[in-house]
């Protein structure tokens, strides 16, 4: 997974401020949001990036596994990240 050129990012205080250069929006991630969005673009792979939130937060692993997807379904929607295929 990788952040496209034309958006630009910027951490404030804990938190992402992406700007879609193609469609001149604006969007935010909280803390968690972040964090999760970092992770993954260091990633080589979402299941990795799951595996590694498994183990640092105390949550269901369906519970991760569905919220992550749809942080993923979201960010990709808006075109705020691209996700390669092996």
């Known amino acids: 997974m990788r952040i496209p050129t034309d958006v630009l990012f910027q951490e404030l205080d804990g938190e992402m401020i992406l ?4 469609t001149e ?45 749809t942080l993923v379904d979201e960010l990709v929607s808006h075109g705020l990240v691209e996700v390669s295929t092996p």
């Open 25 to 69: 929006e604006y969007y935010e991630l909280n803390e968690s949001g972040t964090k999760i969005l970092l992770l993954l673009a260091g990633a080589a792979s979402i299941q990795t990036a799951y595996d590694a939130l498994l183990k640092e937060y105390v949550v269901q692993p369906d519970t991760l596994r569905e919220d992550l997807l």
């Open 19 to 22: 700007l879609s250069l193609e």
